[in-house]
């Protein structure tokens, strides 16, 4: 795409503690107004504290606005999308080689992304094993479909749908419809949920019974119930399975799609062959004092397991690592993950020598040697 594209990982719970085993992998896709500094799924849901103990590695591509994850036929507004080309083909060898992934996958996407989970399932053969899509736009060629389709494309950004797919009479449309390639999908996983468009928990009520203040919510939850219901009975007209959730109520936002994660987590488990529920654990020894001082912790998520020249156990708010001559340190967060990208106390820094502490904007803390700074959004590593 002629850019750097940024991707977060959610890391398998054993990833630190099996050094030497592969896991399989988890695509989350945002939706029609991808932001380009985090993932919707991070920053809007709680896919980093309930994928913690998942034994999956959660993938979550960041940016692609209005892009549907596709390659366009021709660049816009500033970008040059090949995002098919880019999950499919670019960017799994670079996870299998330096995070240790496996060619089990699933996609899950809302919205845009849950139109372009079961396209990309759809058209990328043995590439996924699962495929859920929550509040998404599963006709792409049904009448009306592409003008409500190129109308939100510009309201999320200017973008234009022609130099998506072409016109609406041109065959990329209906090459990238998972109705018209809901055939394709025979074998796989397959989850598909949708609210009503009507008030529900997480709506502001305007006054009047099933009606919320989020209006274009409302619209685009009907319109994806509508899409949703169409594409389940071409499946059902097709003897394919799937597990359809139809909500009674429930508008086109997030807290509905952090929802749905939880509920279609028992299948993706399944599907992905991994457990649904994590192991019993506690905190003993040196570790135990400062998994109980440290609260933002949380619960356990794995045993006590060595580590190069010490020891340590992960938490699903952090990780404590312990060694004779720098004690037990908790670590997490940001610097916790660029600490984990370092290759962690095996690595250059080797073991923390301090808690995390504040700084002006942001917070350090001391390894063996060097630091790692979180600041502006970023954790940058200074080795000493």
């Known amino acids: 795409m002629g850019t750097q594209i940024q991707v977060q990982l959610l890391l398998a719970r054993d990833w630190k503690a099996k050094p030497d085993s592969k896991f399989p992998v988890l695509y989350l896709l945002d939706g029609l107004r991808a932001g380009d500094e985090q993932s919707g799924w991070t920053k809007d849901a709680g896919a ?3 994928y913690a103990d998942k034994n999956i590695t959660v993938v979550l591509p960041v940016g692609g606005a209005a892009s549907f994850y596709s390659d366009w036929k021709q660049p816009d507004n500033g970008k040059t999308y090949k995002w098919e080309t880019f999950l499919t083909r670019e960017l799994p060898p670079l996870l299998d080689r330096d995070w240790r ?3 089990v996958r699933g996609l899950t996407g809302l919205s845009m992304g849950g139109t372009a989970a079961m396209t990309l399932a759809s058209r990328n053969p043995g590439f996924v094993r699962y495929a859920a899509s929550f509040s998404g736009f599963l006709t792409l060629t049904s009448l ?19 130099a998506m797919y072409g016109p609406p009479t041109d065959a990329e449309w209906e090459s990238h419809d998972p109705y018209a390639l809901a055939e394709k ?6 989850y598909v949920s949708s609210g009503s468009g009507l008030a ?9 019974p099933g009606v919320s203040t989020n209006w274009v919510g409302m619209a685009l939850e009907v319109l994806s119930r509508f899409s949703s219901q169409q594409f389940v009975a071409k499946l059902d007209k097709l003897s394919i399975p799937v597990q359809v959730n139809y909500r009674p109520s ?3 936002s997030w807290p509905y799609w952090d929802f749905e994660m939880r509920q279609s987590w028992p299948q993706a488990a399944a599907a992905l062959g991994v457990e649904a529920t994590k192991p019993d654990c506690a905190a003993a020894g040196a570790i135990q004092p400062v998994a109980l001082a440290k609260s933002w912790l949380g619960d356990c998520l794995t045993a006590e397991y060595p580590v190069a020249g010490g020891a340590a156990q992960d938490f699903r708010g952090g990780r404590v690592v312990w060694s004779a001559a720098t004690g037990a340190h908790p670590v997490g967060g940001m610097i916790g993950g660029a600490y984990a990208g370092a290759a962690g106390p095996a690595g250059a820094l080797g073991f923390p020598t301090s808690d995390e502490t504040p700084i002006p904007g942001g917070a350090q803390q001391a390894f063996q040697h060097g630091t790692i700074v979180f600041h502006d959004g970023r954790a940058e590593i200074h080795a000493s």
């Open 48 to 50: 980093e504290g309930f």
């Open 101 to 103: 992934t496996t060619n």
């Open 185 to 190: 999908l025979k074998g796989l996983s397959l």
């Open 200 to 208: 529900g928990i997480h709506d502001i009520p305007a006054g009047v």
């Open 144 to 162: 009306g479909m592409p003008q409500a389709i190129a109308y939100a494309m510009r309201d999320a950004g200017g973008y234009n749908a022609d």
């Open 250 to 252: 429930g508008t086109h």
